[in-house]
């Protein structure tokens, strides 16, 4: 399970790193237009860290925003993924595609980032998500959520939370409930 979650981390990181700047219609890079964002986010790493490793048993799953999520369905089952399961939550269309172990979550959205590296977020599998969430709150991380979220995901639902690590990303615990 540490090789998968090493795995999908490195990937997370190369894509990050295959990055082109944006360029307008005459060829002017966005990037110089716009003030540089925070290059690393030193306030998301806390003075003392805490082990997830006897909550969680390694990645669920990777986040994919889309605009069209029917093609997007459509492209990785092209590939060979079956459809695991797909949702209406609040008026928004989600989806899980799955190729053996691996999971992507189709997530809709009206402004999908169009580049390299543009993951939403990626998932750890967790067990006793109550008792991580209180420990990673009072490890110091920073938190995205105020309190642990349920949804109508799978058969019984799932609960979840975020953090945010040094770059930004978004790191997801998330228990499916049985």
Not at 112 to 121: E, F, K, L, S, Y
């Amino acid at each position: 399970m540490k090789k998968k979650l090493l795995w999908a981390s490195a990937l997370l990181l190369w894509c990050g790193c295959q990055q082109q700047p944006s360029q307008t219609a005459t060829g002017v890079s966005t990037d110089e237009a716009a003030p540089a964002p925070a290059l690393f986010a030193e306030e998301n790493i806390p003075a003392q860290g805490f082990d997830v490793n006897a909550f969680s048993k390694g990645i669920q799953h990777i986040g994919i925003p889309t605009t069209e999520v029917q093609k997007t369905i459509d492209f990785y089952l092209g590939l060979g993924f079956k459809l695991a399961t797909r949702h209406d939550i609040n008026g928004r269309d989600f989806a899980f595609v799955q190729l053996g172990n691996l999971l992507l979550e189709i997530i809709p959205t009206d402004k999908p980032a169009m580049q390299a590296g543009a993951v939403d977020h990626f998932c750890l599998d967790v067990e006793n998500i109550d008792t991580l969430y209180a420990r990673i709150k009072e490890a110091g991380y920073t938190m995205v959520d105020d309190h642990i979220h349920d949804i109508a995901f799978w058969e019984k639902g799932a609960r979840y939370f975020f953090i945010l690590g040094p770059n930004n990303e978004r790191i997801e615990f998330c228990e499916i409930v049985k």
